[in-house]
């Protein structure tokens, strides 16, 4: 049985948030328990603090409704971050294993060497409790995606794997979220 889950309280189904510098995270809730990201730029700390902010959100408001977050991300439009912003981002995802409502990170990454560059570091994790994924494209991330639902005796979101594809940016409304 699959569930329909309405986007998180005032947020739009499609919408973006704006980092300090040309930076943006675009999110789509459309197939929530999934939520798919898409980043652009060069990803700034406001950037991060932001996403993480409504993560936090969102994976209690999934906790409450009996379901988890796979957050799918995609990083093919971003710069790679300042290494003070990388070192934000492992400060932020330090707790994820004891964030509730939150069962999986997945990347996707379409470039076989940054692709490989990122499982080389995935191995130095311990994902047993809560999974950080590589994948090759959106198709790939939705079948580990739906796994994951599997194993946890969760009800998966309806998608068409196959059929997926990130929706265009002109379709997403600006949004600020405080932290």
């Known amino acids: 049985m699959t569930k329909t889950i309405p986007p998180v309280g005032k947020f739009p189904v499609r919408f973006y948030l704006q980092g300090s510098q040309k930076d943006r995270v675009y999110m789509d809730q459309s197939h ?12 700034s700390e406001h950037l991060f603090r932001q996403a993480f902010t409504f993560r936090k959100r969102l994976t209690s408001y999934l906790h409450l409704r009996d379901t988890g977050l796979v957050s799918i991300s995609n990083l093919d439009n971003a710069k790679v971050p300042k290494p003070t912003v990388r070192s934000v981002v492992a400060e932020l995802s330090a707790d994820d294993i004891n964030e509730k409502g939150l069962i999986a990170n997945i990347t996707v990454v379409r470039s076989p060497i940054f692709r490989g560059a990122m499982t080389a570091i995935n191995w130095l994790l311990d994902d047993s409790e809560m999974p950080f994924l590589i994948s090759p494209n959106y198709a790939d991330a939705i079948v580990k995606a739906n796994d994951i639902y599997a194993k946890k005796e969760l009800a998966p979101p309806q998608i068409d794997a196959e059929a997926y594809s990130f929706p265009d940016f002109e379709a997403f409304e600006s949004v600020k979220v405080r932290y």
């Open 32 to 43: 929530l328990p999934i939520c798919f990201l898409c980043y652009t730029g060069h990803m």
